[in-house]
């Protein structure tokens, strides 16, 4: 079956279909890539110490957008990889500019989370413990 043909078809797919690919790809990284798995725990930390703390509207918005954001890009990073996986398994500069460049991603998502994170929660947790 030719690539044009399979691409034709898809667009005839139900549109709940789409939606059970991208399910199944979450899930599939969530049970093969730890790292998603470690941001999801901190989702949920964030969460608790939110409900706890009685963030404000403004506040679980920030959260909610950095959550998506840094799972977002873990996402797209397993992606990469496993693209670059399926093209070479030999050691290859553009293959490890590619990999290394998407991981980046996360981690600079991911810092800035935690340093917005600090800047909403320490104040909180001050006044918690006052």
């Known amino acids: 079956m030719s690539s ?12 709940y279909r789409s939606f059970g690919y991208a399910i199944s790809g ?41 959550f998506g954001l840094v799972i977002s890009l873990e996402l797209v990073n397993t992606a990469v990889e496993s693209t670059v996986d399926l093209v070479t398994e030999e050691r290859h500069p553009l293959a490890k500019k590619a990999k290394d460049t998407a991981a980046g991603a996360v981690l600079v998502s991911a810092v800035f989370a935690a340093v917005i994170g600090l800047l909403i929660f320490v104040p909180k947790i001050m006044d918690f413990f006052k």
């Open 4 to 15: 044009h043909y399979r691409r034709q078809n898809r667009r005839h797919e139900p549109l």
């Open 26 to 66: 979450i899930g599939q990284c969530i049970r093969d890539e730890r790292n998603i798995r470690i941001h999801l725990v901190f989702t949920a930390l964030v969460v608790v110490g939110g409900i706890v703390l009685h963030i404000s509207l403004q506040e679980w918005i920030v959260c909610l957008i950095l």
